[in-house]
């Protein structure tokens, strides 16, 4: 079936680095975007940004450009989200999920079960 | 950047009907998407394109649209829909934003 596996749990340190994939199975991954969305503790979600898993293409949200990379490995049929300059607020849940377009409609039909990243000192 | 914002909470009784709504610039362009998230679970697709339904969403869940408002209707709330429900639209520059998310308890 499709699905869409992500990495593990991750702990890191205030101004590290963190890296989480996503690994697809049961679709052609060069069909369809990733994208990449957080949910801190009790708050709502928030959208990241995407990557064409064709031609390698992003766009992020203008709140995470200059701290997000979104890219994929086709042989691996993975995306990747890095995220740079950690601190306490990133503490959250990382979500992968598969876009799906349909006339003027774009949605997310198959999420990862989430990541979480714990930043403390 | 665009925004969407819903309700925080609202309730309704076991068996009746409720309506979230969601109001942004970016729905007079694109559909809004619905998703159902319960505590410690991932988001789940409720509504997609105007009115769809995923294959083992039930039909309790429909959805429209009219100017910059998308509205989420469950006609015969049930307890186990109980959850945060979020809107989710692109806008024009291709940014995609979420709402503010409308927690529904079932009374």
């Known amino acids: 079936q499709v699905q869409l596996v992500q990495s593990g749990a991750e702990v890191k340190k205030p101004g590290a680095s963190v890296k989480v994939s996503c690994k697809a199975s049961g679709y052609t991954f060069t069909s369809y975007a990733i994208h990449w969305m957080r949910q801190a503790p009790g708050q709502r979600l928030e959208w990241m940004g995407w990557?064409?898993?064709?031609?390698?293409?992003?766009k992020y949200s203008q709140k995470f450009q200059g701290r997000v990379t979104i890219t994929r490995d086709t042989s691996a049929s993975t995306a990747y989200m890095e995220l740079s300059s950690l601190r306490s607020e990133d503490t959250a849940m990382y979500y992968c999920?598969?876009?799906?377009?349909?006339?003027?409609?774009?949605?997310?039909?198959?999420w990862g079960r989430g990541t979480t990243v714990t930043v403390s000192s | 950047s665009s925004e969407l914002t819903q309700d925080p909470a609202v309730s309704v009784a076991l068996g009746q009907t409720v309506r979230i709504t969601c109001q942004g610039d970016?729905?007079?362009?694109?559909?809004a998407t619905w998703y159902q998230q319960k505590p410690g679970q991932t988001p789940v697709l409720v509504i997609y394109?105007?009115?769809n339904r995923p294959s083992g969403i039930p039909d309790r869940f429909s959805g429209s649209s009219s100017g910059n408002t998308a509205s989420l209707t469950i006609t015969g709330a049930q307890a186990e829909d109980e959850a945060d429900y979020y809107c989710?639209?692109?806008?024009?520059?291709?940014?995609?934003?979420f709402g503010t998310g409308t927690k529904v308890t079932v009374l």
């Open positions: 970016s729905l007079r362009s694109y559909f």
């Open positions: 394109h105007r009115n």
């Open positions: 999920a598969r876009e799906r377009i349909a006339a003027r409609s774009y949605y997310m039909d198959v």
């Open positions: 989710h639209s692109r806008d024009s520059s291709g940014n995609h934003v």
């Open positions: 990557i064409n898993a064709a031609n390698g293409n992003t």
